[in-house]
Nanobody, 125 residues
């Protein structure tokens, strides 16, 4: 099992920045890829970024490309999502997820075995 704990959410004005963290514990050696997802009220959960846990290849949703940066620190077993130029439409609960079955990053939530509890991000206009 892998346990994930997100932190760093909060309230920020449009144009501001936040950095989310995702700390992993447990069988972290099985963590092969990571994704950041978000879910706004009344909307489906969507992946905003995904990264392999080796090599650093990262992929982004069109809606956040150029504004968000996903990264990971292998030594600390921690993943990050740096969010810049935030917009009100970025308001959502953000979740990190870990994939144990493959190093290949993916936007499909069903491919991730472990999930954090989520952290609220609210962007005011």
């Amino acid at each position: 099992q892998v346990q994930l704990v997100e932190s760093g959410g909060g309230l920020v004005q449009a144009g501001g920045s936040l950095r989310l963290s995702c700390a992993a514990s447990g069988r972290t050696f099985s963590w092969k890829a990571m994704g950041w997802f978000r879910q706004a009220p009344g909307k489906e959960r969507e992946c905003v970024a995904s990264i392999t846990w080796r090599g650093g290849s990262a992929y982004y949703a069109d809606s956040v490309e150029g504004r968000f940066t996903i990264s990971r620190d292998n030594a600390k077993n921690t993943g990050y999502l740096q969010m810049n130029s935030l917009k009100p439409e970025d308001t959502a609960v953000y979740y990190c997820a870990a994939r144990a079955g493959s190093y290949y990053p993916t936007f499909a939530p069903d491919e991730y075995e472990y999930w954090g509890q989520g952290t609220q991000v609210t962007v005011s206009s």
